[in-house]
């Protein structure tokens, strides 16, 4: 019930962005990237190049060195320019490992025999989507449907969503965005489950606050009955047309998993960890049909979740199976057989018991019997050899 699933997303690179508006350049850059300023200027030797940002020194370039001895502490060891590049009129900066702090407003300003040339950078720093987490709990009693990630700036919008959708004041979330030190966002919100258990899918998309990622996660459980000794498949489709997705499914059954099979899109590639008890059908798979195929599952070991878990590029399906097996009970069929069979062994093993008990009566003769015939044994066999007949008795007493 509380399976967990976490989208990721590949790497990613120094990928600021760069556009020019009114005059100013727009950068984006990633948070602990690397990142690079833009500027241009009409190259005639023997440039000075400075870099503020507001009125704070973040570089300083003249007589073909770096002058940091004035530089901001925030831009400590983390700033430099292309020199190579002056001769073709570029003194773009670059800012390594850039944080929060380093948004705003930057200016650079380029002195020569022409004069003071000055360009302007306006910088936004992002910390994108890393992951979206959605899974059931069930905190005091009642279950919640609980969406989560880390580390984002600026703060992301999150919302939900129902399949079947409900009127959209039905659904009451609680969610908090906390910042760390770091000025990063943390994002949690649960949603209390509605209805039964199988009603609907929740759905929760999480939005970058410059709309440059959308990332989405679905979560359904969904309860099975299933005959015991029979083939069973368990449906599964995408939710969409997906281009490479990975689709993996797994059991957990006491709060222990383990996967069942995994297929890749891209390279077509089914793993099978079940061997032949359980399968995807090949042609249907890459279309988006997941349905699990089970060969002859039996109640007791198989009885469990089956979760099916769709992941592509920002988006995550995930759909809980909780599968429970029972026999079959109208009459004359194998459940009955079986209990006729086991009170037949029963019967033969009572008689046969109490055939051996008679018989060990005859041959073993106890301290304690009182008859005649036992107490006349006794007296013959203390003749022959006392110490036989004590450990004879005493082997008779522990047979009984
Ligand atoms: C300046 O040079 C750097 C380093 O080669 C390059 O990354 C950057 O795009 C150049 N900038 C401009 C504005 O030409
Ligand atoms: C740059 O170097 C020249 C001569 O090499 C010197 O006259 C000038 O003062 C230097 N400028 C600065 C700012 O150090
Ligand atoms: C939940 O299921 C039960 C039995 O199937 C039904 O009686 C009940 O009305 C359902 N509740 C809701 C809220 O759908
Ligand atoms: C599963 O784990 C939870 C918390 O870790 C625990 O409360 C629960 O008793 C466990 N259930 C079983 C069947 O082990
Ligand atoms: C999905 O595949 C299964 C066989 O694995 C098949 O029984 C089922 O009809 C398919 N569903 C759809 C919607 O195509």
């Not at 019967?347 to 304690?368: E, F, H, Q, T």
Request: charged share 20%; with cysteine; hydrophobic share 35%.
């Amino acid at each position: 019930m509380s399976g967990h699933s976490q989208a990721r997303q590949s790497n990613l690179r120094d990928s600021s962005m760069v556009s020019m508006a009114r005059g100013y350049y727009h950068v984006t850059c990633i948070v602990s990237m690397d990142c690079v300023l833009p500027c241009r200027f009409k190259h005639a030797g023997d440039e000075v190049v400075q870099w503020y940002r507001q009125n704070v020194l973040v570089h300083s370039f003249q007589n073909g060195s770096d002058m940091l001895d004035q530089q901001n502490k925030q831009y400590r060891s983390r700033t430099s320019i292309f020199r190579e590049q002056l001769p073709n009129g570029n003194a773009s900066l670059l800012l390594k490992h850039s944080d929060i702090q380093d948004k705003g407003r930057y200016r650079c300003q380029v002195h020569s025999a022409l004069g003071d040339q000055e360009s302007f950078v306006i910088t936004k720093l992002e910390a994108p989507i890393q992951f979206l987490s959605l899974r059931m709990t069930r905190p005091s009693g009642f279950d919640e449907v609980s969406c989560s990630s880390q580390d984002i700036y600026p703060a992301p919008q999150l919302w939900w969503s129902t399949d079947p959708a409900v009127p959209f004041d039905t659904l009451k979330p609680t969610t908090r965005k906390v910042a760390n030190r770091q000025g990063l966002y943390s994002v949690e919100s649960a949603q209390k489950r509605l209805g039964n258990l199988s009603d609907f899918t929740y759905i929760c998309t999480l939005s970058s606050y410059y709309g440059t990622q959308t990332w989405k996660a679905s979560l359904k459980e969904r309860e099975i009955s299933s005959v015991s000794g029979k083939g069973l498949t368990i449906p599964c489709l995408a939710p969409t047309k997906l281009l490479n997705f990975n689709l993996t499914w797994t059991f957990t059954r006491a709060n222990k998993s383990e996967v069942i099979l995994t297929f890749d899109s891209l390279t077509r590639h089914t793993s099978s960890h079940w061997k032949n008890w359980a399968r995807v059908d090949p042609d249907q798979v890459l279309s988006g049909n997941g349905s699990l195929w089970l060969h002859n599952v039996d109640n007791s070991a198989q009885t469990g979740t089956y979760t099916c878990d769709f992941s592509a590029f920002q988006i995550r399906q995930q759909v809980h199976n909780h599968v429970g097996f029972f026999a079959l009970n109208t009459g004359g069929n194998q459940s009955s057989l079986w209990v006729i069979a086991v009170v037949t062994a029963a019967l033969v093993l009572l008689i046969a018991g109490m055939i051996m008990y008679a018989s060990l009566r005859d041959k073993c003769s106890l301290p304690n019997r009182t008859t005649e015939d036992a107490i006349e044994i006794q007296h013959m066999r203390r003749d022959t050899d006392e110490n036989k007949t004590l450990t004879e008795s005493k082997s008779c007493d522990i047979k009984l």
